[in-house]
């Protein structure tokens, strides 16, 4: 069991606007940076967004992060093949004194 | 550019030690915070250890606690995770990962390629 709480699966066609929440609470989301990372079939995670809406050089703006109180989204628009891949989002947590991760999100684009 | 590297994964029985390296270059590897970071095979992303940037500070997951020590040697740019009395459900690829800015934020910001750890008798 994840603290941090993602949908397992997402999917889209392409061209479609695609949202992955994840929600935790005060001690992590609440007090803390929200980050998201991609991960593709057989690589290593890459950030693909920081501090709630950075994005690192590289990443396309139809990516987005977003975060409010004790959640947070990720939004792909413009959806491509290439995007096809597990999602994780992650926080740092005041309580457990450790870094949080979500369970991951599946993105299918069909 | 910043490169991580890991080294040190293998099979090893239940019980047993094991340490793991990570050669950093591409960056003045003292002046930031590090993390390990694990996925079991088929499973999520799970944060093992972080350490700061002198070594002062670290921290570890509840399940480690006590069985693994993170450490860094910033005079070699190395960062390491000695592991003992490992357990069967501690079989993860471990990722070695760099914060984004020199001040402690957190959250891995670049990642090495990993290193395959398995726990079998």
């Known amino acids: 069991q994840s603290v941090l709480t993602q949908p397992p699966s997402a999917s889209g066609t392409p061209g479609q606007r695609v949202t992955i929440s994840c929600s935790g609470s005060s001690s992590n989301i609440g007090s803390n940076p929200v980050n998201w990372y991609q991960q593709l079939p057989g690589t290593a995670p890459k950030i693909l967004i920081s501090?709630?809406?950075q994005r690192p050089s590289g990443v396309p703006d139809r990516v987005s992060g977003s975060k409010s109180g004790t959640s947070a989204s990720l939004v792909i628009s413009g959806l491509q093949s290439e995007d096809e891949a597990d999602y994780y989002c992650a926080a740092w947590d005041d309580s457990l004194k450790g870094g949080v991760f979500g369970g991951g999100t599946k993105l299918t684009v069909l | 550019q910043v490169q991580l590297v890991e080294s040190g994964g293998g099979v090893v029985q239940p019980g047993k030690s094991l340490r793991l390296s990570c050669a950093a270059s591409g960056f003045s590897f003292n002046n930031y915070a590090m993390h390990w970071v694990r996925q079991a095979p088929g499973r999520g992303l799970e944060w093992v250890s972080g350490i700061s940037y002198d070594g002062d500070k670290d921290y570890y997951r509840d399940s480690v606690k006590g069985r693994f020590t993170i450490s860094r040697d910033n005079s070699k740019s190395t960062l390491h995770l000695q592991m003992s009395r490992l357990r069967v459900e501690d079989t993860a690829v471990y990722y070695c990962?760099?914060?984004?800015?020199?001040?402690?934020?957190?959250?891995?910001?670049?990642w090495g390629q990993g290193t395959l750890v398995t726990v079998s008798s």
């Open positions: 501090t709630n809406n």
């Open positions: 990962a760099r914060e984004e800015d020199d001040f402690w934020s957190g959250y891995p910001y670049y």
